[in-house]
């Protein structure tokens, strides 16, 4: 049954791909007509045409915890997460009892999880006729995005998580404490003014503006924790340090991510099978080059996922699809009121009618 379901939503990916191209080429066609016959009505003034896209996939990655993403999944959406766990923790020497896995061994298997999961429910909205025209990948969700839209082979995926493992062996290894927070409350500008004269830019960075009200910081551990007592005291709604013991999003990474960076230099892309908007500079990535960017980008890059979200509504975008199986996403994200970020539950309570 996983089998024949899950070659059922390729065959549906494949068609649909190749008549959103022919639908595509025709629009292309028509608006050069127009910008021949009628140049004042045309889109672009420099005479390129702007493809309009109606319906964006959004991807978190590494964030959630396990069991708060499999009590979201169908019993068949459950089979085929455990057909593709199996697949990975076996070539990876990972234990199928999650509790065998130790030290980092552990903390990989609890990575893997929310790769399987986006996968898993991915292919599920992609078998419901539920078709992106284009994606966002939110920190790791770049790495998990590249892999379903098919730039990279999900092994590929998977292999790019382990290496995150010889970061922390290199951060434990000098000794160095660093972390991860949350704050709620303030917008990002607000935030970066408030820090400007209390941190320096090696000690904590803004690692990306998520809403108008939620922010995630990055930096050194002390640092991190004396910036959440400071924004509490200045009212915020919520600020909590994320114990990462790692500070993603932040370029001191850099030094840590040479296995991270080689792989993703080493490995062979291929042209998205939808595009992606850059949270890094709000970019359209469609080409190789750009797609393996993103990811070199990804560990030591602060991100605006806030302004990637603006940019695709720019695009034409109304329906978000939040592709975590447990809809993390849409808890930090914000778009306008003329659009909705849609969850896995939303679709499978039957919230969602194509």
Not at 118 to 123: A, L
Not at 247 to 271: D, G, V
Request: hydrophobic letters at 40%; one cysteine or more.
């Amino acid at each position: 049954m996983v089998l024949q379901s899950r070659n059922r939503a390729e065959l549906i990916e494949r068609v649909y791909h190749d008549a959103r191209k022919m639908i595509r080429y025709a629009i292309r066609k028509f608006y050069t007509f127009c910008q021949y016959i009628y140049p004042h009505q045309c889109p672009n003034k420099k005479g390129a045409v702007d493809i309009m896209y109606n319906r964006a996939f959004l991807f978190n990655g590494i964030g959630s915890k396990p069991e708060k993403l499999l009590e979201q999944l169908t019993p068949e959406m459950m089979d085929r997460y455990e057909t593709y766990r199996t697949e990975a923790f076996t070539r990876l020497g990972l234990e199928l009892d999650m509790y065998k896995n130790t030290g980092y061994s552990a903390k990989a298997a609890e990575w893997m999880v929310p790769f399987l999961c986006d996968r898993v429910v991915y292919e599920y909205l992609i078998g419901k006729g539920i078709v992106p025209d284009i994606g966002a990948g939110y920190s790791s969700g770049i790495v998990s995005a590249s892999a379903c839209f098919g730039s990279i082979r999900h092994e590929d995926a998977h292999d790019i998580v382990m290496t995150h493992l010889s970061m922390f062996r290199g951060l434990q290894e000098k000794g160095i404490k660093l972390d991860m927070g949350i704050i709620i409350g303030f917008h990002y500008d607000e935030l970066k003014e408030f820090f400007s004269d209390k941190f320096s830019s090696d000690e904590l960075v803004i690692g990306s503006g998520n809403s108008d009200f939620h922010v995630m910081i990055s930096g050194r551990a002390e640092a991190v924790e004396k910036a959440i007592g400071l924004c509490l005291n200045e009212g915020a709604i919520k600020a909590f340090t994320m114990n990462t013991g790692t500070a993603f999003h932040h370029p001191l990474m850099e030094q840590y991510s040479t296995e991270y960076i080689s792989l993703c230099n080493k490995l062979e892309y291929k042209e998205p099978q939808y595009p992606l908007i850059s949270v890094f500079d709000n970019t359209v990535l469609k080409t190789v080059d750009e797609v393996r960017k993103e990811n070199l980008l990804n560990v030591c890059t602060p991100m605006r996922w806030d302004l990637a979200l603006k940019k695709l509504e720019e695009l034409g975008v109304k329906e978000f699809f939040d592709v975590s199986a447990n809809g993390a996403i849409k808890k930090f994200s914000r778009v306008s009121r003329s659009c909705r970020v849609y969850t896995l539950e939303d679709v499978v309570g039957g919230g969602y009618t194509l």
